[in-house]
Nanobody
């Protein structure tokens, strides 16, 4: 069973930065596409950023230029660097990895942006 453990969430003020980490137990982690999703209260879960096995990245428009997703296959980790955080970035952030029909989720880490 694949386990994903997120860390790095917290309470910050607008304009500040956070870095989220996701540690995976998956064998052959390099063969999975990975992504970060988020879910704010009362809203549907949305894709924030993704990175493919070939390191091609994608971002939701609202975070382009502010967030950067990266992966370290040797450490089986996914990172999300979040800069210039805004109130609307407040949500629970979830790590996700997928390979064909195999999809796994972490339990999430809370990010709160508030002055």
């Amino acid at each position: 069973q694949v386990q994903l453990v997120e860390s790095g969430g917290g309470l910050v003020q607008p304009g500040e930065s956070l870095r989220l980490s996701c540690a995976a137990s998956a064998v052959a982690f390099f063969s999975y596409d990975v992504a970060w999703y988020r879910q704010a209260p009362g809203k549907q879960r949305e894709l924030v950023a993704g990175i493919s096995t070939g390191s091609r990245t994608t971002y939701v428009d609202s975070v382009k230029g502010r967030f950067t997703i990266s992966r370290d296959n040797s450490k089986k980790m996914v990172l999300l660097q979040m800069n210039s955080l805004k109130d609307e970035d407040t949500a629970v952030y979830y790590c996700n990895i997928g390979r064909g029909s195999q999809v796994y989720w972490g339990r999430g880490t809370q990010v709160t942006v508030s002055s």
